[in-house]
């Protein structure tokens, strides 16, 4: 099975639950569930339908700024940006349009405007959506094109690093099997896998691979924010 990510063939099976297996690229490291086990889309649907992203709950505020604040310090006055996968309320595009930037929305199911991606833009924002992507490889190849030399993807998903322990040397017999296998363990009791509609799942390798392939600076903030420079 080719990596949907990277395209790299010679992935391998990384563990499995009740309802879904998970396979892992040895390239790029990400973790994706095989396309057999992914929602149609009347039943992704649905799920996003039950999502309650309120823009008066200074919660889900406070959230969205993990990634809005440093993508924020580091664009100009009046960017032009675009917000991927914004979603049925997009407070993320309200919050940046606040602070004086020109938004657009794109979304499949809330926002399907296919004239904005025909657009380029000084900043693309995705947040909470790379995880949903049944093909990422294309969606990355658009976020490239989207982008002008030197403007900024600033993308916010969970990264397995949260979740996932590192190696650990000596642990028995076979140091990378045992470490494998703990890693696998670790991310069946991790909460984000368990959303059916999540099919790809990055680390930090991963996005160390794109930007190093691409030739873009990339810089982490937390467990969930990676900011890029085109």
Known sequence: MNCPLCLAGGTRFFCADRRRPYHRCIRCDLVFVPPTHHLDPAAEKRRYDLHRNDPGDAGYRAFLERLARPLLARLPPGARGLDYGSGPQPVLSQMLA????????????????????????????????????????REWRRFLELVRPGGWLGVMTRLRDSAVPAARAGSGPSGATDS???????????????????????????????????????????DSVILLRC
């Open 180 to 222: 494998e296998g703990a890693a696998a363990r670790a991310f069946l009791d991790w909460y984000y896998k368990n959303d059916p509609t999540h099919v790809a799942f990055y680390s930090r390798a991963t996005f160390r691979y794109l930007a190093r392939r691409d030739g873009l600076a990339h810089e982490f903030h937390g």
């Open 98 to 137: 606040a602070a004086g930037h020109h938004m657009r929305q794109y979304d499949p199911y809330y926002a399907p405007h296919p004239r904005v991606l025909e657009e380029r833009y000084d900043f693309l924002v995705c947040c909470e959506t790379m995880e949903h992507f049944a093909a990422p490889a």
